[in-house]
Protein backbone atom coordinates (compact mmCIF):
# COMPACT_ATOMS: atom_id res chain seq x y z
CA UNK A 1 0.00 0.00 0.00
CA UNK A 2 1.49 3.24 -0.56
CA UNK A 3 1.90 6.10 2.16
CA UNK A 4 -0.95 8.50 2.17
CA UNK A 5 0.77 12.33 1.05
CA UNK A 6 2.12 14.24 3.50
CA UNK A 7 0.28 17.29 4.92
CA UNK A 8 1.65 20.44 3.14
CA UNK A 9 0.08 23.37 2.67
CA UNK A 10 -0.81 22.01 -0.61
CA UNK A 11 -2.06 18.81 0.06
CA UNK A 12 -3.97 20.08 2.91
CA UNK A 13 -5.80 22.60 0.35
CA UNK A 14 -6.27 19.86 -1.92
CA UNK A 15 -7.72 17.48 0.26
CA UNK A 16 -9.71 20.21 1.79
CA UNK A 17 -11.42 21.32 -1.44
CA UNK A 18 -9.76 24.72 -0.96
CA UNK A 19 -7.62 27.24 -2.14
CA UNK A 20 -4.20 27.31 -1.39
CA UNK A 21 -3.95 30.85 0.01
CA UNK A 22 -7.32 30.03 2.12
CA UNK A 23 -5.00 27.63 4.14
CA UNK A 24 -2.11 29.58 3.67
CA UNK A 25 -4.47 32.83 5.49
CA UNK A 26 -5.22 30.52 8.48
CA UNK A 27 -2.01 28.75 8.92
CA UNK A 28 -0.64 32.59 9.58
CA UNK A 29 -3.84 33.71 11.44
CA UNK A 30 -4.00 31.21 13.89
CA UNK A 31 -0.17 30.82 14.47
CA UNK A 32 -0.72 27.13 13.21
CA UNK A 33 3.17 25.85 13.44
CA UNK A 34 4.40 23.22 11.17
CA UNK A 35 5.77 19.72 12.63
CA UNK A 36 8.63 19.31 10.40
CA UNK A 37 10.06 20.30 6.71
CA UNK A 38 10.78 18.45 3.96
CA UNK A 39 13.04 20.40 1.80
CA UNK A 40 11.59 23.70 1.60
CA UNK A 41 8.03 22.23 2.45
CA UNK A 42 6.38 22.72 6.02
CA UNK A 43 4.63 19.57 6.87
CA UNK A 44 1.26 19.57 9.16
CA UNK A 45 0.38 16.92 11.69
CA UNK A 46 -2.79 15.19 10.63
CA UNK A 47 -4.99 17.17 13.98
CA UNK A 48 -3.67 20.57 11.82
CA UNK A 49 -5.88 18.78 8.85
CA UNK A 50 -8.65 19.16 10.98
CA UNK A 51 -8.65 21.95 12.67
CA UNK A 52 -8.18 23.94 9.73
CA UNK A 53 -11.31 22.32 8.50
CA UNK A 54 -12.88 23.52 11.53
CA UNK A 55 -11.62 27.01 11.17
CA UNK A 56 -12.94 26.83 7.31
CA UNK A 57 -16.66 25.49 8.57
CA UNK A 58 -16.61 28.51 11.23
CA UNK A 59 -15.91 31.08 8.91
CA UNK A 60 -18.06 30.02 6.43
CA UNK A 61 -20.76 30.17 8.70
CA UNK A 62 -20.00 33.70 9.84
CA UNK A 63 -20.02 34.68 6.57
CA UNK A 64 -23.69 33.12 5.98
CA UNK A 65 -24.72 34.74 9.30
CA UNK A 66 -22.94 38.24 8.06
CA UNK A 67 -25.29 38.08 4.63
CA UNK A 68 -28.26 37.23 6.33
CA UNK A 69 -28.70 39.82 8.34
CA UNK A 70 -28.09 42.63 5.40
Known amino acids: LPA ?3 PTVGEIARR ?5 WRVE ?4 ARGIQPCGRAG ?7 ATVSR ?3 EIRRMDGMRGMQADST
Open 25 to 28: YLIR
Open 40 to 46: HARIFAE
Open 16 to 20: LGQPV
Open 4 to 6: PPV
Open 52 to 54: ISS
